[in-house]
């Protein structure tokens, strides 16, 4: 697969609890995993933005890369868990996580208020600014990444 086919996503980093809480101003905790239903979609290689959310400025923050393939999320089957999933079962899981490696910080916050300016150009389908959308794990098209890129 060339560089400029591989997928792209965007990690919404909610801030909520237990593992999704980290920041890339903190970058030895930067690192982790990304919970997703969608996870599977997500390869070693992918680049990832790291979305900030649930703070003063929600905005991508920087970039990590997927480091592992997708499996099973351990905690969807551990009744003491806040992320147990009583219709998860092992032999049909519904929370896979993938391994993500910090790579930088970007010179400045890219706030989402920004991004929806430029709603036009990044395409009708960003998922990232439809109304509503809570999901983790977001594509990105090459297209897309490079323009959020030069927005740094």
């Given at each position: 697969m060339r560089p400029d086919q591989r997928r792209r996503t965007?990690?919404?980093?909610?801030?909520?609890?237990?593992?999704?809480?980290?920041?890339?101003?903190?970058?030895?905790?930067?690192?982790?995993?990304?919970?997703?239903?969608?996870?599977?979609?997500?390869?070693?290689?992918?680049?990832?933005?790291?979305?900030?959310?649930?703070?003063?400025?929600?905005?991508?923050?920087?970039?990590?890369?997927?480091?592992?393939?997708?499996?099973?999320?351990?905690t969807q089957f551990d009744k003491n868990s806040d992320y147990y999933d009583p219709k998860s079962t092992r032999e049909e899981p519904r929370w896979s996580l993938v391994d993500v490696k910090f790579d930088r910080k970007f010179k400045r916050t890219i706030t989402l208020d920004e991004i929806k300016q430029h709603g036009d150009a990044l395409g009708e389908g960003f998922a990232l600014i439809q109304r509503g959308n809570r999901l983790s794990v977001l594509p990105v098209t090459a297209a897309q990444w490079k323009f959020l890129l030069a927005l740094e």
């Amino acid at each position: 697969m060339r560089p400029d086919q591989r997928r792209r996503t965007i990690g919404v980093r909610k801030g909520l609890k237990g593992r999704s809480r980290y920041s890339v101003n903190a970058p030895d905790k930067a690192g982790g995993s990304v919970r997703s239903t969608d996870a599977t979609a997500m390869q070693p290689g992918d680049g990832v933005f790291l979305y900030h959310s649930s703070c003063a400025v929600p905005g991508i923050a920087g970039l990590a890369k997927v480091a592992t393939a997708a499996y099973p999320d351990p905690t969807q089957f551990d009744k003491n868990s806040d992320y147990y999933d009583p219709k998860s079962t092992r032999e049909e899981p519904r929370w896979s996580l993938v391994d993500v490696k910090f790579d930088r910080k970007f010179k400045r916050t890219i706030t989402l208020d920004e991004i929806k300016q430029h709603g036009d150009a990044l395409g009708e389908g960003f998922a990232l600014i439809q109304r509503g959308n809570r999901l983790s794990v977001l594509p990105v098209t090459a297209a897309q990444w490079k323009f959020l890129l030069a927005l740094e």
